[in-house]
C-alpha cells in the first residue's frame, strides 16, 4: 500500500513581499494574501481524509497549514492538528537572513554565485555554540534534514496519506532527495507560495517513489506558476496527448498512429481551454495522431501559431509488443514486462522496431535541445508549447532534473497533463522544472485521474 504525501509550501510572507531573505528568521508572517492563499489550498484539498499533518514551525508555515487545516475540517471534522517538526524548517543562512537578495548579492558576491549556480558549494563562515568558526554548508545540510525527515515519515506513516507544509528550499530539498537528486539539483526545482505538490512512495526510504504532480497552483487562479524576475531565456509547456482507446484498454501502441478517442478529445479540449489565456509564441508536437490532435485542439485559441513537426518526439518504439495487453506480452515474454516495470533501463524491446530507453532519450533529448535552442536569445522571453508521449515526456522530465532512464518510472505523466520547463537564460543555462503533470484541468482533484495506461 503506498503512501502518499501532499506537500504545499507556505502562503506569502512578508518577507516574500518585500524580497528578503527568510531561512531560520522566524520574523515572517502571512500578508493578507498568503492567508488567502492558505484557505484556497484547504478548499483544494476538501475530502482528502488526512491521517497526519506536519508543518514546519516557523510561523509563516504553521499559520498556513492552520488555516489549511480549518477549511478542511469543515468536511472531516477528524482531520488531526498539525504537528511541528524542526526538520521541516527553512534552509539556514546565518549570514544573509532579514536582508534583501539584492544586498547578499552585493555584500558576499562568492557565496550569492555559488548560491545561484553550484548551490551545493555554498560555504558560509559561522561561529560554533564555544565561539569558534567553522565552515557551515547549508544546500548540503538541508539536503541531510531532507532524508532524516523522510525516513522518519515514512517509517512512522506507512501506507498512509499525510499533509506536510514547509518552505521553497526544504520543499525542493524533500523532492529532491526523494527523486535521488543531489544539493546540485537545488535550483532545478521551482516551488510557489501555496503551490501543492504529490509525491507516492511504494514503500520505505530508499524504495520506488513517483512524483504524481509538482507545484500546481492553479487553485489560487494561477493556471501556470509566474516566470522567475530575472527569467530570459524560453518557457516550454509539455502536454502529454489525450487519451486514445489503446490507453483505455492498457494496450501498447508506442508508434502505431492510433487516434484520440472520444474522452481523449474532451481532454484536449479542456487543455485547451487551461491555456487559453496563456501566451504561447510557438507550438511544437510529434508526428503521430493523438499529440498532434492534442496541439491542434490548443492552437484553436493561438490561431496565428502553425505548428511545428518534430519527427524525435515521437513515441518509444515497443517493436513485438505494440498492439498486445500486458497478459499477452507476459505469456510471450515470460519476466520482460516485470523487468520493464522495475528496471526499464535494461530493456531492449523485442523486434527489430523496439528501442531500449538509452534510444529514446538520444533522440528524444536531441529533439528536445533543437525546440529550447531555436527559441533561446530571444529579445524577449518565449513561450514554446510541445505535445509528445508518456515516454518521451518522462524522458525530457528526467533531463530536465539531471536524471537517466533508471529513473524513468519517477514522473507520471497523465493523458492531457501540462509540465512547465523554464530555462532562465537560454539553451546553456541549467534548466527549471517549474511544475510537472498538472490534471486539474481534467477533473475537479489535485489528483492525477487520467487512465493509467500503457504507454
Known amino acids: 500500500m503506498k503512501t502518499r504525501v501532499v506537500l504545499v509550501r507556505h502562503g506569502q510572507s512578508t518577507y516574500n513581499a518585500q524580497k528578503l531573505i527568510q531561512g531560520h528568521c522566524d520574523d515572517s508572517g502571512l500578508t493578507e494574501l498568503g492567508e488567502q492563499q492558505a484557505r484556497k489550498v484547504g ?24 488555516l489549511i487545516v480549518e477549511v478542511l475540517r469543515s468536511q472531516i471534522p477528524q482531520i488531526p492538528t498539525p504537528i511541528l517538526d524542526a526538520d521541516l524548517r527553512e534552509i539556514s543562512l546565518p549570514l544573509w537572513e532579514g536582508i534583501s537578495f539584492k544586498a547578499a548579492e552585493n555584500q558576499y558576491p562568492a ?5 545561484r549556480s553550484q548551490p551545493e558549494t555554498l560555504k558560509m563562515r559561522v561561529s560554533d555554540a564555544n565561539g569558534a568558526e567553522t565552515d557551515f554548508y547549508p544546500v548540503r545540510s538541508l539536503f541531510e534534514q531532507a532524508q532524516r525527515f523522510w525516513q522518519f515519515l515514512l517509517d512512522k506513516h506507512r501506507g498512509q496519506t499525510l499533509l506536510l507544509v514547509a518552505h521553497s ?37 530508499g524504495e520506488a517513489v513517483q512524483l504524481e504532480s509538482m507545484n500546481i497552483t492553479s487553485h489560487m487562479g494561477e493556471a501556470l506558476p509566474e516566470m522567475r ?38 481532454q484536449a479540449e479542456k487543455a485547451a481551454e487551461f491555456l487559453k489565456t496563456v501566451q504561447i509564441d510557438a507550438a511544437v508536437t510529434s508526428p503521430l495522431l493523438r499529440p498532434k490532435a492534442t496541439a491542434e485542439a490548443i492552437l484553436k485559441y493561438h490561431p496565428h501559431l502553425k505548428l511545428e513537426v518534430e519527427d524525435r518526439l515521437k513515441e518509444i518504439g515497443h517493436g513485438d509488443w505494440e498492439g498486445k495487453l500486458e497478459a499477452e506480452i507476459e505469456a510471450s515474454y515470460p519476466g520482460l514486462l516485470a523487468q520493464w516495470q522495475s528496471a526499464p533501463e535494461t530493456v531492449k524491446m523485442p523486434g527489430e522496431a ?18 529550447v535552442a531555436d527559441y533561446s536569445d530571444r529579445s524577449t522571453p518565449v513561450t514554446v508549447m510541445v505535445s509528445a ?6 524522458a525530457i522530465l528526467c533531463h530536465v532534473v539531471g536524471l537517466g532512464p533508471a529513473h524513468f518510472w519517477c514522473f507520471k505523466q497523465g ?24 490534471t486539474t484541468h481534467l477533473s ?12
Open 43 to 66: 478548499a483544494a484539498l476538501v475530502g482528502i481524509p488526512f491521517e497526519a499533518v506536519y508543518s514546519s514551525p516557523l510561523q509563516r508555515a504553521s499559520r498556513t497549514a492552520t
Open 111 to 115: 557565496e550569492f554565485k555559488a548560491w
Open 169 to 205: 528550499a526544504i520543499n525542493r530539498a524533500l523532492i529532491g532527495t526523494a527523486l535521488s537528486l543531489g544539493p546540485e539539483q537545488q535550483n532545478a526545482l521551482h516551488q510557489a507560495n501555496c503551490g501543492i505538490s504529490i509525491l507516492n512512495f511504494a514503500g520505505g526510504w
Open 229 to 266: 524576475s530575472r527569467h530570459q531565456g524560453p518557457r516550454l509547456l509539455l502536454v502529454r496527448h489525450g487519451e486514445t482507446e489503446w490507453n483505455r484498454q492498457k494496450r501498447f501502441q508506442g508508434q502505431i498512429d492510433i487516434p484520440l478517442n472520444a474522452n481523449g478529445q474532451v
Open 354 to 371: 523496439g528501442e531500449t530507453l538509452d534510444q529514446v532519450w538520444e533522440r528524444a533529448i536531441a529533439g528536445w535541445q533543437k525546440i
Open 389 to 394: 508521449h508518456d515516454a518521451v515526456n518522462k
Open 415 to 438: 493523458n492531457g497533463a501540462v509540465s512547465v520547463i523554464d530555462y532562465p537564460a537560454g539553451v546553456h543555462s541549467r534548466p527549471v522544472l517549474s511544475a510537472s503533470n498538472i
Open 444 to 455: 475537479d482533484s489535485i489528483f492525477d485521474r487520467t487512465a493509467a495506461g500503457a504507454l
